[in-house]
């Protein structure tokens, strides 16, 4: 197997880093090819915590190649920080890290724009404040700076003044709040550029070479696909294409098929922000779910909303991003719950539906839950209880795809890959 995709297959945070790193140590590069900084991978290895923004989960083994694509968007204040923070935990130079030329930048304006709109605009998102939408606007809009214009001093004035009017206008006459002078933005930006330099180039080539000399490459997605800007719960996504068509869009996989596109996801449901969620619990079941399962944003810190395992959604995702098999995570928090329910259909204005379809205002779907036998596995050897192997049976034949890998805690050494997978 020569390309496979991690894919979160809810919305966001199903443990995508984790798998990652993990299945990272039988790569040779792992590609980001979608959002920015708004992305939150924890990976845990004896003991120790590193959450990646936008670096590539594969980057803590020395042998893997880290490449952020042109799909990201990327702010080069963060990145440096970010590098800084994992100087500790790993050795990262130019020569194993690499960025594209052609990724689009996240400018001072674009973090004021997105927290003006969230404060004062018509309708909250809750987005994580990190100027992500506004920059995939510039992009489509064709005004964005890019990764390569940040080392070219004229180049970057020219493509600031893009759209730098209108910025003005909104900024003074609607949001009323201050914002930096293009000679400001330009020396901040520049200054940055120059200590990126080293890292930059062009990644589609890259990994089109690495593909021809029979290179294994691992495509990990941020965020879920139900946060998917055309696949997802709009307008309660985030910007970018983070079904596994983004990978085609974002950093390429030339001239050939993803052999292997999993889907990662928790086996409840958990959401951070607004947008519908028909299997949430609001009662002391869900209070317990969050609280065990330690369920606080890794970029925001906010509260992550906790539910039920939601079929419809999942058989949707499968759809979506052609998912072939299934990581599932985060087991043992549900180990040892009175009681344990997935929900397998929905009632929508008097009619079952198995499959949540963009046609379905998920905002008036009632669950219909089967109820499950409680498991209470302690997890200890490779061996699952007839509930718990029940628990996933039931996945696998709702979805028709294989739970390959289960995880049943946050270590590297929490988990167990079936079927001999990537052996
Ligand atoms: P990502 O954004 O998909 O990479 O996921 P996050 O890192 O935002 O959130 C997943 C959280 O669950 C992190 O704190 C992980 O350390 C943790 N985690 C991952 N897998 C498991 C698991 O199987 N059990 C438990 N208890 N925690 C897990
Ligand atoms: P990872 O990669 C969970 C959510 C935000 C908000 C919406 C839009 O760690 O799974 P944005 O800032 O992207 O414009 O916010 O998307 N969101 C995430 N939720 N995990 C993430 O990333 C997320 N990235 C964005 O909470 O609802
Ligand atoms: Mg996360």
Not at 107 to 119: F, I, P, V
Not at 250 to 276: Q, S
Not at 324 to 352: H, Q, R, W
Not at 384 to 406: C, N, R, T
Request: aromatic residues 8%.
């Amino acid at each position: 197997m020569q390309t496979l995709a991690i894919i979160g297959a809810q919305w966001g945070d199903e443990g995508k880093g984790k798998i990652t790193d993990l299945l990272a140590e039988k790569c040779d590069l792992v590609v980001r090819y979608q959002g920015g900084h708004n992305a939150g991978h924890t990976i845990w290895v004896n003991g120790q915590k590193t959450v990646l923004h936008v670096i590539p989960s594969g980057v803590l083994h020395p042998h893997c190649l880290s490449v952020i694509g042109h799909g990201v968007v990327l702010e080069p204040e963060n990145f440096l920080k970010e590098l800084d923070k994992i100087k500790n935990m790993t050795k990262v130079t130019p020569d194993n890290l690499k960025l594209s030329s052609t990724a689009t930048v996240i400018t001072s304006y674009h973090k004021l724009l997105d927290a003006a709109r969230e404060t004062q605009g018509p309708e909250k998102i809750g987005t994580t404040g990190k100027g992500i939408g506004p920059a995939y606007e510039d992009k489509v809009s064709r005004r964005a700076v890019k990764v390569k214009d940040l080392l070219d001093k004229d180049t970057l004035v020219r493509r600031l003044a893009n759209g730098y009017a209108e910025k003005a206008i909104l900024f003074k006459n609607l949001y009323q709040i201050d914002f930096p002078t293009i000679e400001e933005e330009v020396e901040r930006l520049y200054s940055y550029g120059l200590q990126i330099k080293d890292y930059v180039t062009d990644t589609f080539s890259l990994i089109d070479q690495k593909l021809s000399e029979g290179k294994r490459v691992l495509y990990e997605g941020a965020q879920g696909i139900l946060l998917d800007v055309d696949y997802g719960t709009y307008p309660y996504v985030t910007s970018s294409s983070t079904a596994a068509s983004g990978i085609y869009t974002g950093a390429g996989v030339p001239g050939r098929k993803l052999e292997e596109v999993i889907g990662v996801a928790k086996a409840y449901t958990t959401r951070v922000g607004e947008g519908p969620f028909p299997t949430e619990l609001f009662d002391d079941l869900g209070t317990h779910i969050q609280t065990k399962g330690n369920e606080f944003g890794a970029t925001t810190g906010r509260k992550r909303r906790c539910g039920w395992l939601d079929i419809p959604l999942l058989r949707y995702s499968v759809k979506c991003s052609q998912l072939t098999s299934i990581a599932l995570t985060k087991l043992d928090i549900l180990s040892d719950l009175p009681t344990l329910k997935i929900c397998y259909a929905y009632e929508v204005n008097g009619k079952t539906v198995d499959c949540a379809y963009p046609g379905i205002n998920l905002f008036d779907a009632k669950p219909l839950y089967k109820e499950m036998k409680p498991f209470k596995d302690t997890f200890e050897g490779d061996k699952a209880s007839p509930e718990l192997e029940a628990y996933m049976s039931f996945l696998q034949d709702a979805l028709g795809i294989p739970v390959k890998i289960y995880a049943y805690g946050p270590d590297r050494s929490q988990i167990v890959f079936r079927d001999n997978f990537l052996k």
